[in-house]
């Protein structure tokens, strides 16, 4: 791929991943173009007006692209109906659109390792059988499969806890810690947005063609470790901790492949200013 003369187009460009990834695109000489809803990008990336649920609006955005890295989604909503509309339509939507209108474009999902089952009695991986019992994950389930019989050169990234450049989400952490009433022993895999960065350049270069990778740091850390760097620690507990591997990727696969985290757990990010 070219990278001086090479379009891409990233959706949910002004959202937490989308907003930290696109200047590093830029960096690395990509056009880079954002679909938008009336909202700012950053300087350098072309804003194309347009609207996932609205298929007529993204014949414009998709023409020339060589690659789609589609980042758009709904997380945490009470309205599962949402959830589902944005993670499985809106990316039915694009993925019609790629094959209009750009049908030797790369298409790279963002799926999360959320999928994986909560019992599930090893560390994620990308072959295990999926049952996920939430909207968010059931819906990128979903997409992933349509995805993978849309025909198109595509690739899936199921990424963990997302964290880093002052993005704020390692400190909101706790109070979903809390509500969800963890074990402070549960470990969780992790990654900063350095190496989501890492990961896409690696799809935008075609490692991950038609696959589904599962990316993370080389440290799964327990949430009570994660709580106390951003101090509010959690009690302490030495009761047995049920569905040990739940959140915790396995990614031998992204290693076999080359991928090779430069922020290789919390502690570096936190010893390195990086959080």
């Known amino acids: 791929m070219d990278k001086q003369f090479s379009k891409i187009l990233v959706t949910g460009a002004t959202g937490l991943v989308g907003s930290r990834l696109l200047p590093r695109l830029l960096e690395a000489g990509y056009d880079c173009f954002a679909l938008v809803r009336g909202k700012e990008v950053a300087a350098g990336v072309t804003a194309v007006e347009g609207d996932l649920f609205e298929p007529a609006t993204l014949q414009e955005a998709v023409r020339d692209a060589v690659a789609v890295v589609h980042l758009a989604a709904v997380f945490r909503s009470p309205d599962t109906d949402l959830i589902w509309k944005s993670n499985l339509e809106g990316t039915r939507n694009l993925i019609d659109a790629v ?15 959320h999928v994986y089952n909560i019992s599930n ?18 819906s990128k389930v979903a997409a992933e499969k349509e995805l993978g019989e849309s025909g198109l050169n595509w690739s899936v990234l199921r990424f963990p806890f997302v964290y880093g450049d002052g993005d704020g989400h390692l400190e909101e952490l706790p109070r979903h810690v809390v509500a969800a009433r963890f074990h402070p022993a549960m470990r969780m895999s992790t990654i900063h947005h350095r190496d989501i960065y890492t990961a896409v350049m690696m799809a935008l270069q075609g490692t991950m063609d038609g696959r589904v990778v599962n990316i993370a740091d080389e440290a799964p850390t327990t949430l009570y470790e994660l709580l106390q760097l951003v ?24 290693r ?11 502690y570096q990010a936190a010893q390195e200013n990086l959080l």
């Open 99 to 113: 094959k209009r209108h750009a049908p030797h474009a790369r298409f790279i999902l963002a799926s999360t390792s």
């Open 121 to 138: 009695p090893h560390p994620g991986r990308e072959d295990d059988v999926l049952n996920p019992e939430h909207a968010y994950p059931a």
């Open 231 to 254: 101090g509010q620690p959690m009690t302490s507990s030495a009761e047995p901790l049920t569905n040990p591997w739940y959140l915790h990727s396995d990614t031998s696969l992204a």
């Open 256 to 266: 076999s492949l080359g991928f090779q985290p430069s922020v290789r757990t919390v």
